[in-house]
């Protein structure tokens, strides 16, 4: 397995996953910024891997999902296999779940029955899915969320730590929802909301995008 750009702290639950499903990593290539990896043994930097590629499938470690898309797409053109989803061991799957290529989902996870997986999501510990979840390519979701039954979450999607969503609840692409939200009702397209209960906010911080403030 190649770790593919890994400046963020998240890489370190990305490297512990492959240590319990005991997948050797090949390299953890950095693309730029400060490599966060715990075995600092694998970094090749990306200058030194297009000077020698390597063959083995990747996985973009991002939590944003703009990040994870340009991650894997510049995998790709360097002729880089993207990596089924790596999935914890600790994580309960129904059998009747469907994940996608390029998919992490860390440890602790539950995932219930007919639930349906995009590429490139992004799942962190502890999160919670109902039944009939739809997930679309490139979600992000914080640790220790829980999503009720048949929830539908659009594209590029992200939703903080410690969120609670209703079941049959929509919420469009791009949309953010602050951490420790409760969602109650449906989120537009593009929408940013936040609270217990969500309602319309606006950003604090450009640097933050899961830093919301007050309503718009």
């Avoid at 390597?54 to 703009?66: G, K, S, T």
């Avoid at 510049?74 to 994580?91: E, V, W, Y």
């Amino acid at each position: 397995m190649i770790l593919f750009g890994v400046r963020s702290p998240l890489v370190v639950e990305f490297e512990e996953t492959c240590q319990r499903l005991k997948i050797t990593l090949t390299a953890c290539v950095s693309v730029n910024g400060t490599p966060r990896v715990l075995d600092q043994s694998k970094i090749i930097s990306l200058e030194e891997f297009d000077r020698a590629p390597l063959v083995a499938p990747f996985i973009a470690c991002a939590f944003e999902p703009q990040r994870r898309q340009v991650l894997i797409q510049m995998g790709l053109q360097r002729g880089l296999r993207l990596s089924t989803a790596l999935i914890d061991p600790t994580a309960i799957l129904a059998h009747s779940v469907r994940v996608s290529e390029g998919t992490f989902i860390n440890a602790g996870t539950v995932i219930g029955a007919a639930s349906i997986i995009g590429q490139g999501v992004l799942i962190n510990r502890a999160v919670s899915l109902g039944h009939h979840t739809l997930l679309g390519d490139f979600v992000s979701i914080g640790p220790g969320s829980t999503l009720a039954g048949n929830v539908r979450v659009g594209p590029e999607t992200m939703i903080g730590a410690g969120t609670v969503v209703l079941p049959h609840v929509r919420i469009g692409s791009g949309a953010i929802v602050g951490a420790g939200s409760l969602v109650l009702n449906d989120v537009p397209e593009g929408g940013r909301v936040a609270g217990h209960p969500a309602t319309p906010r606006t950003f604090r911080s450009k640097n933050n995008p899961l830093d919301l403030t007050g309503p718009e």
